[in-house]
């Protein structure tokens, strides 16, 4: 529920910090101010590129964050919308899968009487993610609402094909996220991977593809790496998230990150993967420790 609130309010508009115990404790109390995080840039493989969903970590302000994670090696956070791309800007990092058009989760392109205004509030985001430097942006599906998969797939593609002369000229990538409708967005019509990628065929171009959430594709369907493996061609981004429960991505969930993201890595992909689960220790420990799991 936390995420869909912040995606509704933002619409339209084994490595521990024992090196930096101060940030990590000030981040604990909002009273106290946050103590500029000073530490040398994390060395990567250079394998993945790291991002970070932001909604996870709500109660760090923005450029605490933003310190933090250009230290730990993360180049990007996710689910930003406009107002917040320059405070990205001032640390050197981007939004790899931003946010700021659309209705939100449950009112999406699955309904036609929703199209012209879904097209005027991307076809107004695609210049000022272009003027920002970012190359995509999120979408969804909606819920089925009584709606067959076959009609909303219909009408998805209709909606979305509109759009792709837009993303085209401005360079942006459209990216609709699958999400599970068994335990966090009951009734979502984009829940499996294989309605997806024949929404990425309909459609018929490469700025359309889908953003592969590791966590609600467990849950869905299980079979992550040959999933990866067979469709990767229209995934354009990656989220994590342990199971059950988006908890930490260690080993007290189902899911072996390590070996995940090295079948992203064999397939040649060149995007970024956001750590997207809910901290329940000190967030940014947590954090950093997923980020070094996942580098592989």
Same mark, same amino acid.
């Given at each position: 529920?936390? @995420? ?12 521990? =910090? ?18 500029? $995080? ?15 969903? @932001? ?13 933090? *994670? ?17 405070? =990205?800007?001032?640390?050197? =990092? ?9 209705? /939100? ?6 309904? #036609? ?10 076809? *107004? ?16 599906? +909606? ?15 209709? +909606?979305?094909?509109?759009?792709? #002369?837009?993303?085209?000229?401005? +360079? ?14 009951? %009734? ?25 959430? &590791? $966590? !609600? ?13 067979? !469709?990767?061609?229209? &995934? ?8 059950? /429960?988006?908890?930490?991505? %260690?080993?007290?969930?189902?899911? $072996? $990150? ?5 079948? &992203?890595?064999?397939? +040649? ?17 947590? =954090? ?6 996942? %580098?592989?």
């Amino acid at each position: 529920m936390q @995420r869909r609130n912040a995606l509704r309010n933002l619409t339209g508009t084994a490595l521990t =910090l024992s090196a930096v115990p101060s940030l990590a404790s000030q981040l604990m109390h909002e009273s106290e101010p946050a103590t500029p $995080y000073v530490a040398a840039t994390t060395a990567m493989k250079g394998n993945i590129n790291h991002s970070v969903c @932001r909604w996870c970590y709500s109660k760090i302000p923005l450029d605490d964050l933003c310190k933090a *994670a250009k230290a730990m090696g993360i180049k990007s956070i996710d689910l930003t919308g406009p107002d917040e791309w320059p405070t =990205l800007k001032k640390y050197g =990092l981007t939004s790899a899968m931003p946010q700021g058009a659309g209705k /939100g989760i449950v009112d999406g392109f699955n309904d #036609p009487k929703l199209h012209d205004e879904l097209v005027a509030s991307y076809e *107004a985001i695609f210049p000022k993610l272009q003027a920002a430097g970012m190359t995509s942006v999120i979408c969804f599906s +909606g819920n089925r609402k009584g709606m067959s998969d076959a009609e909303g797939l219909e009408n998805c593609a209709k +909606g979305l094909k509109r759009l792709m #002369p837009s993303a085209e000229k401005h +360079g942006i990538t459209m990216i609709m996220e699958l999400l599970n409708s068994k335990v966090d967005h009951k %009734d979502y019509m984009c829940d499996h991977t294989a309605w997806g990628v024949e929404l990425c065929k309909k459609v018929g171009s490469d700025k359309f593809k889908l953003l592969y959430d &590791i $966590y !609600h594709m467990q849950i869905m369907e299980g079979d992550i790496i040959r999933t990866i493996r067979a !469709h990767h061609q229209y &995934i354009g981004h990656y989220h994590t998230g342990g199971n059950p /429960g988006r908890n930490e991505i %260690d080993q007290t969930q189902e899911i $072996y $990150y390590p070996a995940v993201m090295q079948a &992203i890595i064999a397939t +040649g992909y060149k995007g970024y993967v956001a750590q997207e689960f809910i901290p329940k220790r000190d967030p940014l420990t947590s =954090l950093r420790e997923a980020v070094m799991l996942c %580098d592989v």
